[in-house]
């Protein structure tokens, strides 16, 4: 009896073994279970660090084990704190319930009379007997804790950047230096502290140096470690354009999937469309192709990435180029170089800057190799400014910059519209175009809070300058101001373009 007392105790002293063997909770299906870890959970449990970043694949029951951790954190640990940041009041009160009080009150009874609740609110806090509690939140701000976990980080990103801003500034520097943090989210688009704070984990990573404890861990699992995601291939045709994806996923990632995980994809992938890079990644970097709900052009950038439009697009010394712009006064200012030929739009390079004068993009300009065609500016070019009394475009030309303007602002819904249209024949330099890339795919509505809904008009943001001069190129290409037949004749189509 002795050393079985003995063994139950070292049991009971592992956490792992407490957090895998104690909780009782309801699953997905709406079923009450013992908590069993499933083989990506007990990955993630041999790897724990203290700043935890998770990205994953829906469904994989993160959110249940993170949050178990912080309550046996509160039961077996004295005063400590526990603080829980949820999406939204509902998802909160869900976490409350069924991932906190639910496994507490299953407990054996033994365990609930070594650690008794104290007291417990409708607004998400309870108080245990060893001067420990837990909080579940929607704000973001808390006084100093132990343990934090931000759930679905991604999606607050993308529609509440207030919100995220506090999370960043308030609750995360309010973690205790060898306290616990667990930011764990699904994707949702290429911009934004959760994608910038993943995107350094990872680089870290690839460093292979040692973690501080106050540096970020990234843990990364995909939809295919999922042993439920797989489908019977009798039932499915598979398109010859995943096919390709398969192979490629092979070829460049080494990941090798079963004739039942292709058809699950296929089946899965009819439905979510653009949506199944960030909801089921197959590797970290594709999470983030492709921004989310409410952004413009994320369609038009999933067949550009399907179809392999991003690779190496040299300059073409024998077509004259043609730049469309965004002139900031006091922000940035953006230029897009092009090239056309036919159908084929070729999108060679992209500069961007802020706080300079039109003196500074006339050189860089210059520093380019490129035959100039035309220049494209917005409407707004010619309104006089009130210090020199003199438009922008009376002062670029006399740095030999002749504009053509283009009326942008006259149907801003028809101009994103012509975008989407020149998407479609559009061919981006992987290297040159990767910062102006990015924001077009990033440039999205603006999220109403109070609402919780998209709103008519973009937001404005870091991604807007690129995407509104982008969309004067758009308008230009749409009233056929880029045609030049003497071009044409010296250049073949896309052979002339290498893919990577």
């Known amino acids: 009896m002795g050393a079985e007392l003995e063994q139950l105790g070292a049991c009971f002293a592992d956490p792992v073994w407490r957090v895998s063997n104690l909780y009782r909770v309801v699953d997905e299906n709406g079923t009450e279970c013992d908590f069993r870890p499933r083989p990506a959970q007990q990955q993630f449990l041999k790897n724990l660090w203290y700043r935890n970043i998770v990205l994953k694949a829906r469904q994989l029951g993160f959110t249940t084990l993170i949050d178990i951790i912080g309550l046996d954190m509160a039961i077996f640990t004295d005063h400590l704190t526990a603080v829980i940041i949820a999406e939204t009041k509902e998802k909160a009160a869900d976490i409350f319930q069924r991932k906190v009080i639910y496994p507490y009150e299953h407990l054996p009874r033994e365990i609930r009379d070594f650690c008794k ?18 909080k579940v939140m929607v ?17 607050v990103c993308a529609k509440a950047p207030a919100k995220a801003e506090e999370i960043k500034t308030g609750s995360l520097p309010a973690v205790h230096g060898r306290g616990f943090v667990f930011i764990e989210s699904t994707a949702m688009g290429n911009a934004g502290d959760f994608y910038e704070m993943t995107m350094a984990a990872q680089a870290l990573q690839r460093t292979g140096r040692k973690l501080d404890p106050l540096q970020y861990r990234l843990h990364f699992f995909p939809w295919h470690q999922n042993p439920e995601y797989r489908a019977n291939p009798a039932s499915v045709v598979i ?6 994806y398969f192979d490629e996923l092979y070829g460049r990632q080494q990941i090798a999937l079963s004739e039942e995980q292709m058809a699950w994809y296929a089946m899965t992938e009819a439905t979510l469309h653009e949506k199944m890079w960030s909801e089921y990644p197959s590797y970290p970097d594709e999470a983030f192709r492709v921004a989310r709900d409410g952004a413009y052009y994320s369609r038009q950038f999933l067949d ?4 392999n439009r991003i690779s190496s697009v040299p300059h073409e010394p024998g077509l004259g180029v043609y730049t469309a712009w965004d002139l900031g006064v006091s922000d940035q200012t953006s230029i897009w170089f092009l090239q056309f030929l036919g159908k084929e739009i070729r999108v060679i390079d992209y500069y961007e800057s802020s706080g300079e004068g039109l003196g500074h993009y006339a050189n860089v300009l210059a520093s380019k ?23 922008r475009l009376e002062t670029a030309r006399k740095y030999g910059i002749n504009f053509d303007r283009i009326p942008t602002n006259l149907d801003l819904a028809g101009g994103i519209e012509n975008v989407r249209e020149m998407l479609a024949y559009c061919w981006f330099d992987e290297a ?37 001069a982008f969309r004067t190129a758009a308008v230009a290409w749409k009233l056929g101001l880029v045609a030049d037949p003497a071009d044409r004749k010296k250049v073949k189509t896309t052979g002339g373009i290498r893919k990577r």
């Open 117 to 134: 609740i104290q007291s417990s609110n409708q607004t998400g806090e309870v108080s245990f007997s060893n001067g420990s509690q837990i």
């Open 139 to 155: 704000s973001a701000r808390s006084g100093t804790c132990q343990f934090l976990h931000v759930s679905e980080y991604g999606p």
């Open 239 to 244: 398109p010859d354009r995943l096919l390709a």
């Open 304 to 307: 550009i990435y399907r179809t």
């Open 369 to 391: 190799p490129y035959r100039y065609i035309r220049h494209f500016a917005p409407h707004d070019i010619a309104v006089r400014e009130l210090g020199s009394g003199l438009s």
């Open 432 to 468: 040159k175009t990767e910062t102006g890339r990015k924001a077009l795919e990033a440039y999205k509505r603006e999220w109403d809070e109070k609402l919780a809904s998209y709103k008519s008009q973009p937001c404005h943001d870091w991604s807007s300058h690129a995407a509104d």
